[in-house]
């Protein structure tokens, strides 16, 4: 396989793997806001924000995306020709965003469903609530800062 | 993704214990001046229906219904509550018994929405085919008849199927899956161990009819308790203060209607931790618990009040709230 497919490879990773971390973190937090806004409707802004928490994985997944398309050329319609060894690089650089981001985006959803029930049952508790999910968000950070960092430092 | 499956029934429930009785509340129904008030008081609260009558006994039946409706509504696995109907079940094959074997005629003594519905339970006691009923139950109600037949002896029919309904519950708890359901059952069967032991003690019971009356459990043993009943109540309560039922002990120091209220009071304590469960059926069985539990306390209430008993008496038949 050429250096293009590895780093279209990486892209996919990045994207899809942390795409479906937050659909899957989004849907279990939304499933316990849905329970929520069952019962007490005007508690809808505060679940959705609690819900929309694990969505950010997949915002960094495409990020990471987008930079490595627009690196190898992709995007500019003129892809780059990449030995195996720059592919590889490049799909080993996008992996950090990919896994961290499913993991950390279902955990987060977990967290985000846990802190709903806070929300039920004592609101004004919201902003306590919020930094529980939150504390997950740190690690997609990190993995999504050395993603782009890797990707931005190799040579094309 | 199973271990998510109770996340939007979890969140239901968070939001619907707020509308639980708090302390608070509790003491506003205590000072009504009559069960009227009480009643007004609770239908503004949500209790019942808009077409519910203002009545005690009508509002505190609706208010059981729709826990229950609420239930199978929320529940992936609604059988996790057929633990909760083994009481009622059992009872309802205690009074057909009594009602065919004594041959009165005593209507409202079954409970409703149980199957087998009456009707059943009476048609095989009439013919003594107990075969519909799963093994264990049709054995306890078998001999349970033949020694009601035999010797006319109601209590030593109550005694077969009460222990029998133990045993039920702590193999329901066993076989189930969801750690909630094993601890409500270990807890249910030590904590009616303890009252019959307590009322064992009071009528001087033998250790013969203690043997057929406690019904083994995780949480005590059975033997040893019996011996100390027959040694009397302080080696009773030193046995339960050992056994970590020390507030047991200090209710039973009180009074007996204390002794009621730390029995389900405990119910509620031991199920209390699985409340912050965010994932499991932890909550809703609790919940359940501590909406039967409010019901008891609204109807020590309604009562006391219609009976216009001293608010002290009430307040001690008052159980804890959940929220």
Redesign the interface.
Known sequence: MSGIVWALIGVAVAVGLAGSGSACGVGIAGQAASGVVTEDPSKFAKVLIMQLLPGTQGIYGLLVGFITLSKIGILGGAPADLDLATGLLIFAACLPIGIAGLISAIYQGKTSAAAIGIVAKKPEQFGKAMLFPAMVETYAILALLVSILAVSGIPV | ?SD?QY????????????SLLNPGAVEQLMTCRDADQCIQMLTERGWGDSDTPADGEALLQREQEKVWELMRELAPDYSIFDVFSLPMLYHNLKAAIKDVCALNDMPHIFYEGVSPSEQDMMAMVRARDFSPLDSHMAEAASRATEELLHTKDGQLCDIIIDKAMLEAVQQAGAACKERVIRTYADTYVAVTDIKIAVRCLKTGKSREFMRQALAPCALLNVEQMADTVLRGGEALNEYLSRSGFASCVQALEQSMSAFECWCDDTMLDALRPEKYH??SAGPLVAYVLAKLNEIKTVRMILTGKANSLPDDIIRERVRKTYV
């Open positions: 993704m998510t996340t939007y029934a979890v969140a239901r429930i968070r939001a619907r214990e707020n965010a994932f």
